[in-house]
């Protein structure tokens, strides 16, 4: 039996005081969160999401998009 499972989708924002990225996606059970650097925000949104399949979007400033990651989830049931 195979299930199609939507994907994760999260949003690595840049805060409007200017003190690191905010992490942004309905997948995460408290809402937002805080990071110092875009990296660390894409890191955890990949783990978090890694039996699922996920895509990230990091923006700049003026929102444009300016990096996309991909995972299509290496947790498989038996």
């Known amino acids: 039996m195979t299930s199609k499972r939507s994907a994760h989708v ?45 895509v990230i979007r990091v923006y700049d400033e003026a929102g444009n998009v300016i990096d996309t990651h991909q995972h299509a989830g290496e947790f498989r049931e038996l």
């Open 10 to 54: 999260y949003e690595v924002r840049p805060r409007k005081d200017h003190r690191g990225v905010d992490l942004i996606s309905d997948a995460l059970p408290f809402g937002g969160l805080w990071y110092t650097k875009p990296d660390d925000a894409v890191e955890y949104a990949e783990f978090y999401s890694r039996s699922h399949p996920v």
